[in-house]
DNA sequence: GGACAGATCGCCT
DNA sequence: GGCGATCTGTCCC
């Protein structure tokens, strides 16, 4: 059996808290059935919390409740597809509490990489071909696996029926870095500082490591 | 590596 | 009417 043969997640396996179903999701297998049978997968590396209510930095601070934040409040292992800036997509899954969320912000391409090629049409020479800036950002990897609020705000990832995206288990060890969210500096400091990101240490394919915090790691044994 | 400007538009107030 | 859980190219160190 090689490692790319998984289990596909259950809904037992989504009944968690926000910060526990970040920390759950690290490792995961993030699979994704285009409408022509293509298959893409890739590794979820890195994750963050948003808490609801009392968090300032969530769409749903304060119980707020629009049209739009719906998915935040669905039973857990919902996704909730936004769009930010007018032309990108962030995609979440929903936790057990109502109004939490966890935000993918980067994965590790494993199957499919000419087609998220296709999809992401890098321009930067740097940049092209290689599979690390496939996926280091939450609407990069949404360009990549072609996800986007029109195909699957709302799918239920617990639904074994769906064949649209769903996640599959993996036995990678890893060791995981916490620190505070991105692209939240409107924020005040309580909030924004808080320790709500987390990462794979070490992976490549994280939108922002931490330098500092990956050095003070201490080896788990 | 980091800082900055500009793109671009659906959503909520 | 104003903003945003971002990305890209450019300029600079």
Same mark, same amino acid.
């Given at each position: 059996?090689?490692?790319?043969?998984?289990?596909?997640?259950?809904?037992?396996?989504?009944?968690?808290?926000?910060?526990?179903?970040?920390?759950?999701?690290?490792?995961?297998?993030?699979?994704?059935?285009?409408?022509?049978?293509? #298959?893409?997968?890739?590794?979820?590396?890195?994750?963050?919390?948003?808490?609801?209510?009392?968090?300032?930095?969530?769409?749903?601070?304060?119980?707020?409740?629009?049209?739009?934040?719906?998915?935040?409040?669905?039973?857990?292992?919902?996704?909730?597809?936004?769009?930010?800036?007018?032309?990108?997509?962030?995609?979440?899954?929903?936790?057990?509490?109502?109004?939490?969320?966890?935000?993918?912000?980067?994965?590790?391409?494993?199957?499919?990489?000419?087609?998220?090629?296709?999809?992401?049409?890098i321009k930067n020479e740097k940049q092209k071909w290689k599979?690390?800036?496939?996926?280091?950002?939450?609407?990069?990897?949404?360009?990549?696996?072609?996800?986007?609020?029109?195909?699957?705000?709302?799918?239920?990832?617990?639904?074994?029926?769906?064949?649209?995206?769903?996640?599959?288990?993996? +036995?990678?060890?890893? +060791?995981?870095?916490?620190? +505070?969210?991105?692209? #939240?500096?409107?924020?005040?400091?309580?909030?924004?500082?808080?320790?709500?990101?987390?990462?794979?240490?070490?992976?490549?394919?994280?939108?922002?490591?931490?330098?500092?915090?990956?050095?003070?790691?201490?080896?788990?044994?």
């Amino acid at each position: 059996m090689s490692s790319l043969s998984c289990t596909r997640l259950l809904k037992e396996h989504f009944d968690k808290n926000c910060i526990d179903m970040a920390n759950y999701l690290l490792g995961k297998i993030l699979v994704r059935k285009l409408e022509d049978g293509t #298959i893409l997968k890739a590794r979820i590396v890195e994750t963050e919390s948003y808490l609801g209510n009392e968090d300032k930095a969530s769409h749903s601070y304060g119980g707020r409740r629009t049209p739009g934040n719906q998915p935040m409040y669905m039973p857990a292992g919902t996704c909730y597809v936004y769009q930010t800036y007018g032309m990108y997509f962030c995609f979440n899954i929903s936790s057990k509490e109502p109004g939490a969320a966890v935000l993918l912000r980067a994965l590790e391409p494993l199957v499919g990489l000419e087609t998220m090629e296709k999809f992401r049409d890098i321009k930067n020479e740097k940049q092209k071909w290689k599979p690390q800036y496939l996926c280091n950002g939450p609407s990069k990897l949404c360009i990549a696996m072609n996800i986007n609020k029109n195909n699957c705000n709302k799918l239920d990832l617990t639904d074994p029926n769906n064949q649209d995206l769903w996640l599959e288990n993996d +036995s990678e060890q890893t +060791s995981i870095i916490k620190t +505070s969210r991105i692209g #939240i500096d409107r924020v005040i400091e309580e909030w924004r500082l808080k320790p709500l990101r987390f990462y794979i240490y070490g992976n490549i394919n994280v939108s922002k490591r931490d330098k500092k915090a990956e050095s003070e790691l201490k080896p788990v044994e």
